[in-house]
């Protein structure tokens, strides 16, 4: 709104153009193609809504309005006593005049009035903004009291490849283990490694004011003969200072028993109350092959964003050699069982149903290797809402967080399943948790299921921002996601703009199944009809 009326005011009404706005006001670079990038087309769509509001609440009785025509980006004013039809009034042609006011007293009530609109837009949607940036943006934090930590990837001190490994091993197993305990909260280590991989790493600081982290546990490790030596802190984000350090030594065939005894160490720290049964689950291994264990977490990181056909078959095979390496180690078959289902839900095999019966088995497979695995319980969940076997998904979905509640694709699968259940609010909750565990993986479909979680409630403008800040930070984007971006932009009245995006769609993807997609997730053609319509 400032830009448009600032330009107008200015005499430079001539160059607002979709190019020009998504340049100076959203950033975008040179190459901007709004046939892709639909961002100013929606944005003014909200605002002339938004304006409407305004003059029809607080604003009703200003002696200046402000509207942005339809078919173009132009502002247009009027008085009660003047009518300047169109910006180039302002700048100096005639004026239809039901009145003697001055042009330039009309365009300074305007800048006046711009930015007393400006306010109470601010004003009127505080809280809609508020909630929009807990939804969309990195601001989740932990329930208050709820400790929220960051273990940082341990350093070796030998260069050792071994050595190596086992710093590795052991942050992925701590996060794990610490993941089973709902009094406490962990990133997770997805997002730790690209805080660390990024050219200015984050600091305790950064991890505090973006994410809400507690605390940090930073350390190295390090073999002296058969031995394991490590050295680690338990920082206090807060203050940035070690409330507890400690240098623990166990010989190599005892270093299952150094991982617990370092869980129970934070948990004794910040006094984490434990729940019937976590106790027993701190002290559970789950792989005997820690080679195993990784490329199983590589795999899962590797197939997102799991509608990439390519990075699904690379992921496969990480999942593949993983079970060769330890056969008794559930995490193998959680990730051959998700990859089946993937194809499925993203339309990319011949043989739906061979694939989820696939999906089953492997799943199954994990549950029997491991019950105490909780992705054999969230992939099964996956496979059966696809499968129409909506109630037994959701109580596989609910008993994989229960086992793993701070564990981000737990989370995120009972989100995805209470979405395609019609129980939108209750998903959007999980993926939300899913998103604070997880927050700086982009290539995570997080934030495009929360937009769709929207869309199911019935909130297609959250639907809509959600989907278009996901584009913004990177995340996955392609016709899965644009369709409900025109979907949205129908449902708020916007039909031009749906109608230029959905023909847009079909030129650009002419073989995406976007019946077949959207229906997995309305599952109601009366309601995809009268979207695409």
């Known amino acids: 709104l400032e830009y448009v009326v600032n330009e107008s005011l200015i005499g430079q009404g001539d160059k607002i153009k979709a190019t020009t706005i998504a340049i100076e006001v959203f950033g975008r670079g040179v190459d901007f193609d709004q046939q892709n990038d639909p961002i100013v087309r929606v944005e003014a769509g909200r605002l002339r809504q938004r304006l409407a509001d305004y003059y029809n609440e607080s604003g009703r009785h200003d002696p200046v309005l402000i509207d942005i025509p339809k078919g173009g980006y132009r502002p247009r004013f009027a008085a009660r006593d003047i009518v300047v039809s169109g910006a180039a009034g302002i700048e100096g042609a005639p004026a239809q ?6 042009l330039a007293i009309a365009a300074g009530i305007i800048a006046l009035l711009l930015v007393t609109v400006s306010v109470l837009l601010y004003k009127q949607n505080n809280v809609e903004m508020d909630e929009d940036r807990a939804s969309t943006e990195f601001t989740l934090t932990a329930p208050k009291g709820k400790p929220f930590i960051v273990v940082i990837p341990v350093a070796a001190t030998s260069a050792d490849e071994e050595s190596a490994r086992l710093a590795t091993g052991l942050v992925e197993s701590l996060i794990t283990d610490l993941s089973k305990l709902s009094g406490l909260s962990v990133m997770a280590h997805a997002s730790v490694l690209e805080a660390r991989q990024r050219d200015e790493p984050y600091s305790i600081i950064d991890f505090r004011n973006d994410f809400g982290v507690t605390h940090l546990l930073r350390g190295t490790v390090e073999r002296e003969g058969d031995r394991v030596v490590l050295n680690v802190q338990l920082i206090d984000a807060r203050t940035a200072t070690v409330l507890w350090a400690e240098r623990m030594s166990r010989s190599l065939d005892k270093i299952i028993d150094l991982e617990e005894e370092l869980a129970l ?8 109350h434990l729940q019937p049964g976590e106790r027993e689950r701190l002290s559970q291994y789950h792989a005997s092959n820690s080679e195993a264990w990784l490329l199983y977490r590589q795999g899962l990181i590797t197939i997102m964003p799991p ?10 095979q990480l999942f593949q050699r993983a079970m060769e390496l330890d056969p008794t180690f559930a995490g193998g078959y959680v990730g051959q069982s998700f990859s089946h289902t993937a194809r499925v839900l993203f339309m990319n095999t011949s043989q739906p149903e061979l694939e989820l019966k696939n999906a089953i088995t492997m799943a199954q497979k994990a549950i029997a290797l491991d019950e105490n695995f909780g992705g ?21 979905a609910e008993k994989s967080v229960a086992i793993q509640p701070g564990d981000a694709f737990s ?4 989100g995805l399943n209470l979405i395609i259940a019609k129980r939108p609010e209750e998903g959007i909750a999980h993926l939300q948790e899913a998103l604070r565990l997880d927050p700086l993986e982009s290539r995570t479909p997080y934030l495009n299921v929360i937009g769709i979680g929207y869309y199911v409630a019935g909130d297609y403008s959250k639907a809509l921002r959600t989907i278009e800040y996901n584009y913004e930070k990177g995340g996955p984007r392609g016709p899965h996601m644009d369709v409900f971006l025109a979907a949205s932009s129908a449902q708020l009245g916007q039909r031009i703009d749906a109608q230029r995006m959905a023909e847009g769609m079909q030129q650009k993807y002419p073989g995406f199944p976007f019946k077949a997609w959207l229906s997995t997730w309305l599952r109601d053609d009366g309601v995809l009809q009268q979207t695409l319509a």
Do not use: C, T
């Not at 005049?97 to 001055?102: A, D, F, I, M, V």
């Not at 054999?376 to 596989?396: C, I, M, P």
């Not at 989370?411 to 009972?414: D, E, K, P, T, V």
């Open 97 to 102: 005049s039901r009145g003697n006011l001055p």
């Open 376 to 396: 054999g319980y969230a992939v099964l969940a996956f496979a059966q809402v696809l499968g129409a076997d909506a109630e037994e998904a959701l109580r596989n």
């Open 265 to 272: 160490a934070i948990v004794n720290e910040l006094a984490v």
């Open 411 to 414: 989370q995120f699968i009972l």
């Open 307 to 316: 509608r990439d056909l390519a990075r699904v078959q690379a992921a496969r």
